[in-house]
């Protein structure tokens, strides 16, 4: 079974950039779709991005054009790299391994990582 661990949460402010990094042992990363989702007090979480086998993304429409998701197999690992962030991208994001492809339903991923804070604010 796969676990997932992630990583480059951190304070920064309006407009800045950020890039969150997912890594994957314990089971090839090739063989799961990743998704990104993130998480406010009191909020349901929210899919960001669901990244494919073969590396094709698809993004919840709050991050789109703004947010990237890529995959290294070698290297057992997914990133999110996020541009021109808002106060309101504040959350503790969260990696999560399924089977499914383009689906940001939290339901569909058995195994999520620990999450990362992220803070976006001046």
């Known amino acids: 079974q796969v676990q997932l661990v992630e990583s480059g949460g951190g304070l920064v402010q309006p407009g800045d950039s950020l890039t969150l990094a997912c890594a994957a042992s314990?089971?090839?990363?090739?063989?799961?779709?990743i998704g990104w989702f993130r998480q406010t007090p009191g909020r349901e979480r929210e899919g960001v991005a669901s990244?494919?086998?073969?590396?094709?993304?698809y993004y919840g429409d709050s991050v789109k054009g703004r947010f990237t998701a890529s995959r290294d197999n070698a290297k057992g690992t997914v990133s999110l790299q996020m541009n021109s962030l808002e106060p309101e991208d504040t959350a503790v994001y969260y990696c999560?391994?399924?089977?499914?492809?383009?689906?940001?339903?939290?339901?569909?991923?058995?195994?999520w990582g620990q999450g990362t804070q992220v803070t976006v604010s001046s």
């Open positions: 990244v494919c086998l073969g590396g094709r993304a």
């Open positions: 999560a391994a399924g089977s499914t492809c383009g689906v940001l339903d939290r339901a569909q991923y058995s195994t």
């Open positions: 314990g089971s090839t990363v090739r063989n799961y779709v």
